[in-house]
């Protein structure tokens, strides 16, 4: 057995579990030789494996790894993590206080060793920092998300002043997730909605402010639910939760089954959800960022009102014209949305066409007046949600914004974003996240590529290109002015009455029918024809074929609210309402902004808030779809590899040296392989490298030495010279 010093953890050694791996002394014996530990528990960074390329061993090692519960693993500075589905008690504060200050290399994989060493690049570079968690749903994203914020609000100094700002950056997320999250069949708690989230530092690494920015919230989950699937939490949090009195008030039973809203997935208990304690959390959560009472008397009637609305019904009078049968629900949502009952009735059943400068009112048939309705619900709900994130917002903005301080702040952003989806049926929404999802690959390589460059110049080694797919040509297709999709999608929003799905789908295969990337059923040749269908195109995104139907890209994207009923609800007393929906919308002649087009817009910018800051990665896989312990998919895995394009990260990360290391670093760990160098080096340590290296016989092609580390080109070498360590 072998006593070593602070393990230099980056090794092929055998972490056993890592409170095993970091004894109390931060030092730990292992009675196995490296080689074994190896072979049982896999190599902690990917670009130690000898076979880099082969898909099998990247998952052997994540299978190996994942049977010892070590759930993290390195592709150079990525993290990937395999959500556990159970506690390993593995971010406590002894475990944020063992990741602080030491070298990203000197303790094993840890989602905290990413924390500290964004934090301290921070500090010390002053330089603003991005980490990007990505992976599909259920992949543990916001669990992570919210480990990183822990770590930042426990680890850090406090301000001098305004210290609630760290309890308000921690309480935003129940609020948030309370609103935006919902039980879905993938995930208990998913996130319908993407998340980018700047934290603001002071010159002392503080924590002073913060920002959120939200994305394309599903708004149709508030009219519709799958089976199996629920509503957002907050509906069912403010019936099981909220007082007798308060529900008295927005005349609600606590019953879920009352409200046609909350039905139509079937299962408004889940057993790993608490709906009635995260409410006390939610109620506390909003105190702390700053509601009042009236405004949170506010918030909740609007929560109530969307509940009201679902249980509005119409039957038909002779001229088959809807009209309102549910009096009590209409009552109970002109109070709540403080709106007149008359405007809201004939809001609801018909339809304001204004046509040469005179108004005229049409009567809705049932159908047209059900999707009124519900197209109110959302527009009330969705809007409240951008309401909140700003509100959030306000709480979060540094009081400090004005004094000499403010301008020396840094950015820590985290970004927890929807993962590339591929279902059964794809469509606007999975066309939407898989092109924000192609964005954030382009980004990726292009940042990715672009650090190995500089590090290797800043080492002064030459650097070889490497050959990598490149996917601006997906991108491209996508978003181009005039001949992209979404140009094109949004052309046939301009023709109401006349276009259909499926004239934007002949449209598409006129204009970009040569594209490599784009297919149809009637593009396809006889071969790949089969399993396409004619309301149907084909995307070849980065990570995989997708087939989207065309079915509802129209409606979606134009997102049209009728104009009765956005009068009505300009004409709310209720503040926030009134704050959600503005009167400039009413006499603005423009068109709104189509879904799509807002939401490649917001992309743009996420994009260059990202570019202009230095990136961290955390990749995280989901291991199965039961959502328990223990259990290893591996076809799940294979395809979950393949969509976070790790086989092309590990190949770029080793298109030159698979390995680098600090001269100092380097030194320590090795120096008594070497007499000359043992027990101390006196001179310089790349010369002591040097010496090490030549008696350790490393050939010429097997390793360069740059200004501050040295490079070693294949595992194999390192392996060598670490096993001769055991012997
Ligand atoms: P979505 O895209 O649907 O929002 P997500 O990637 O954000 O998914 P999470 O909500 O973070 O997924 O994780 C899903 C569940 O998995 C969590 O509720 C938790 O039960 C479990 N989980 C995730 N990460 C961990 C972890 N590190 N340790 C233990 N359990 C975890
Ligand atoms: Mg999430």
């Not at 059964?424 to 382009?442: A, T």
């Given at each position: 057995?072998k006593?070593?010093g602070?393990?230099?953890?980056?090794f092929?050694?055998?972490?056993?579990?890592?409170?095993e791996?970091?004894?109390?002394?931060?030092?730990?014996?292992?009675?196995?030789?490296?080689?074994?530990?190896?072979?049982?528990v896999?190599?902690q960074?990917?670009?130690?494996?000898?076979?880099?390329t082969?898909?099998?061993?990247?998952?052997?090692?994540?299978r190996?790894?994942?049977?010892?519960?070590?759930?993290y693993?390195?592709?150079?500075?990525?993290?990937?993590?395999?959500n556990?589905?159970r506690?390993?008690?593995?971010?406590?504060?002894?475990?944020?206080?063992?990741?602080?200050?030491?070298s990203?290399?000197?303790?094993?994989?840890?989602l905290f060793?990413?924390?500290?060493?964004v934090y301290?690049?921070?500090?010390?570079?002053r330089r603003?920092?991005?980490v990007?968690?990505?992976?599909?749903?259920?992949?543990?994203?916001t669990?992570?998300t919210?480990?990183?914020?822990?770590?930042?609000?426990?680890?850090c100094p406090?301000?001098?002043?305004?210290?609630?700002?760290r309890d308000?950056?921690?309480?935003?997320?129940?609020?948030?997730?309370?609103?935006?999250?919902?039980k879905?069949?993938?995930?208990d708690n998913?996130?319908?909605f993407g998340?980018y989230?700047?934290v603001?530092?002071?010159f002392?690494?503080a924590?002073?402010?913060?920002?959120?920015?939200?994305?394309?919230?599903?708004?149709s989950?508030?009219v519709h639910?799958?089976?199996?699937?629920?509503?957002?939490h907050?509906?069912?949090?403010?019936?099981?939760g909220?007082?007798e009195?308060?529900l008295?008030?927005?005349?609600?039973?606590?019953?879920?089954?009352s409200?046609l809203y909350?039905?139509?997935?079937?299962?408004?208990?889940?057993?790993?959800?608490?709906?009635?304690?995260?409410?006390?959390?939610?109620?506390?959560?909003?105190?702390?960022?700053d509601?009042?009472?009236?405004?949170?008397?506010?918030?909740?009637s609007?929560?109530?009102?969307?509940?009201?609305?679902?249980?509005?019904?119409?039957a038909?009078?002779?001229?088959?014209?809807?009209?309102?049968?549910?009096?009590?629900?209409?009552?109970?949502l002109?109070r709540?949305?403080?709106?007149?009952?008359?405007?809201?009735?004939?809001?609801?059943?018909h339809r304001?066409?204004?046509?040469?400068?005179e108004?005229?009112l049409?009567?809705?048939?049932?159908?047209?007046?059900?999707?009124?309705?519900?197209?109110?619900?959302?527009?009330?709900?969705?809007r409240?949600?951008?309401?909140?994130?700003?509100?959030?917002?306000?709480?979060?903005?540094?009081?400090?914004?004005?004094?000499?301080s403010?301008?020396?702040?840094?950015?820590?952003?985290?970004?927890d974003?929807?993962?590339?989806e591929?279902?059964?049926?794809?469509?606007?929404?999975?066309?939407?996240?898989?092109?924000c999802?192609?964005?954030?690959?382009?980004l990726?390589?292009?940042?990715?590529?672009k650090?190995?460059?500089e590090?290797?110049?800043?080492?002064?080694?030459?650097w070889?290109?490497?050959?990598?797919?490149?996917?601006?040509?997906?991108c491209?297709l996508?978003e181009?002015?005039?001949?992209?999709?979404?140009?094109?999608l949004?052309?046939?929003?301009?023709r109401?009455?006349?276009?259909?799905?499926?004239?934007?789908?002949?449209k598409?295969?006129?204009?970009?029918?040569?594209?490599p990337?784009f297919?149809?059923?009637?593009?396809a040749?006889?071969?790949?024809r089969?399993?396409?269908?004619?309301?149907?195109f084909?995307?070849?995104?980065?990570?995989?074929e997708?087939?989207?139907?065309?079915?509802?890209?129209?409606?979606?994207?134009?997102?049209?609210?009728?104009?009765?009923?956005?009068?009505?609800m300009?004409s709310?007393k209720?503040p926030?309402m009134?704050q959600?929906?503005?009167?400039?919308?009413l006499?603005?002649?423009?068109?709104?902004?189509?879904?799509?087009?807002?939401f490649?817009m917001s992309?743009?910018q996420?994009?260059?808030?990202?570019?202009?800051?230095?990136?961290?990665?955390?990749?995280?896989?989901?291991?199965?779809?039961?959502?328990?312990?223990?259990r290893?998919?591996?076809?799940?895995?294979?395809h979950?590899?393949?969509?976070?394009?790790?086989?092309e990260n590990?190949?770029?990360?080793?298109?030159?040296?698979?390995?680098?290391?600090?001269?100092?670093?380097f030194?320590?760990?090795?120096k008594?392989?070497?007499?000359e160098?043992?027990?101390?080096w006196?001179?310089?340590?790349?010369?002591?490298?040097a010496?090490?290296?030549?008696h350790?016989?490393?050939?010429p092609?097997?390793?360069?030495?740059?200004?501050?580390?040295?490079f070693?080109?294949?595992?194999?070498t390192?392996?060598?010279?670490?096993?001769?360590?055991?012997?």
């Amino acid at each position: 057995p072998k006593c070593r010093g602070r393990g230099y953890a980056n090794f092929p050694e055998g972490e056993l579990s890592l409170p095993e791996a970091l004894g109390s002394d931060g030092v730990r014996v292992t009675m196995e030789s490296a080689l074994t530990a190896r072979d049982r528990v896999g190599v902690q960074d990917f670009v130690l494996l000898e076979n880099f390329t082969s898909e099998a061993a990247f998952i052997e090692n994540l299978r190996r790894r994942f049977r010892e519960n070590l759930i993290y693993t390195y592709i150079g500075p990525v993290l990937v993590s395999v959500n556990p589905y159970r506690d390993l008690q593995i971010y406590s504060r002894q475990h944020m206080e063992r990741y602080r200050g030491v070298s990203f290399y000197e303790v094993p994989p840890h989602l905290f060793a990413v924390a500290d060493t964004v934090y301290r690049a921070l500090r010390t570079e002053r330089r603003d920092q991005a980490v990007m968690i990505s992976g599909e749903s259920g992949a543990g994203k916001t669990e992570a998300t919210k480990r990183l914020l822990q770590f930042y609000a426990e680890t850090c100094p406090a301000p001098e002043r305004g210290g609630a700002v760290r309890d308000r950056l921690l309480q935003s997320n129940p609020v948030l997730e309370a609103f935006g999250n919902a039980k879905t069949l993938r995930n208990d708690n998913s996130s319908r909605f993407g998340k980018y989230m700047d934290v603001q530092f002071d010159f002392k690494g503080a924590p002073v402010g913060g920002h959120i920015l939200s994305y394309l919230l599903e708004k149709s989950r508030v009219v519709h639910q799958n089976h199996g699937e629920r509503n957002f939490h907050v509906f069912y949090q403010l019936l099981e939760g909220g007082e007798e009195e308060t529900l008295r008030r927005l005349g609600l039973e606590r019953n879920p089954q009352s409200y046609l809203y909350l039905v139509k997935g079937q299962c408004a208990k889940v057993s790993s959800i608490n709906d009635k304690s995260d409410w006390k959390v939610v109620r506390k959560a909003l105190t702390v960022i700053d509601f009042t009472e009236d405004e949170v008397e506010d918030l909740l009637s609007i929560v109530a009102s969307v509940l009201h609305l679902g249980n509005i019904h119409f039957a038909a009078d002779e001229e088959s014209n809807a009209q309102v049968t549910t009096e009590n629900q209409l009552k109970y949502l002109t109070r709540l949305l403080s709106v007149e009952g008359s405007t809201l009735r004939e809001a609801l059943t018909h339809r304001k066409i204004i046509a040469k400068g005179e108004e005229l009112l049409s009567p809705l048939n049932l159908e047209q007046a059900a999707y009124a309705r519900d197209a109110l619900a959302k527009a009330v709900y969705s809007r409240t949600f951008t309401w909140l994130v700003g509100k959030i917002n306000r709480s979060l903005a540094s009081k400090d914004a004005e004094s000499p301080s403010w301008r020396s702040t840094t950015v820590l952003g985290l970004l927890d974003i929807y993962g590339f989806e591929v279902f059964q049926h794809n469509s606007f929404e999975q066309f939407c996240i898989n092109y924000c999802n192609e964005k954030l690959q382009q980004l990726f390589i292009e940042l990715t590529l672009k650090s190995e460059q500089e590090e290797y110049e800043a080492e002064g080694i030459a650097w070889e290109p490497v050959q990598y797919f490149n996917n601006k040509i997906i991108c491209d297709l996508v978003e181009e002015k005039f001949k992209g999709i979404i140009s094109i999608l949004d052309e046939e929003c301009l023709r109401p009455g006349e276009a259909t799905d499926l004239t934007f789908l002949e449209k598409l295969e006129d204009t970009v029918k040569h594209h490599p990337h784009f297919l149809t059923h009637k593009l396809a040749d006889q071969r790949t024809r089969k399993s396409l269908g004619r309301g149907e195109f084909r995307l070849l995104h980065y990570a995989g074929e997708v087939t989207y139907s065309v079915t509802g890209f129209l409606d979606k994207n134009n997102d049209l609210l009728f104009r009765n009923l956005k009068e009505t609800m300009c004409s709310s007393k209720n503040p926030i309402m009134s704050q959600c929906f503005d009167r400039n919308e009413l006499s603005d002649k423009k068109r709104p902004e189509t879904v799509a087009t807002q939401f490649k817009m917001s992309l743009l910018q996420l994009v260059e808030i990202l570019q202009s800051k230095e990136p961290a990665y955390v990749r995280c896989i989901k291991p199965n779809d039961a959502k328990q312990p223990g259990r290893f998919d591996e076809v799940l895995i294979r395809h979950q590899v393949k969509y976070l394009g790790l086989m092309e990260n590990l190949r770029v990360r080793r298109a030159g040296f698979a390995y680098r290391r600090k001269y100092e670093a380097f030194l320590q760990r090795y120096k008594s392989l070497c007499p000359e160098t043992w027990p101390t080096w006196a001179g310089r340590p790349q010369d002591g490298v040097a010496v090490l290296v030549r008696h350790l016989g490393y050939k010429p092609e097997e390793y360069k030495m740059g200004r501050t580390k040295i490079f070693i080109r294949f595992p194999k070498t390192l392996f060598a010279t670490e096993d001769a360590l055991e012997v």
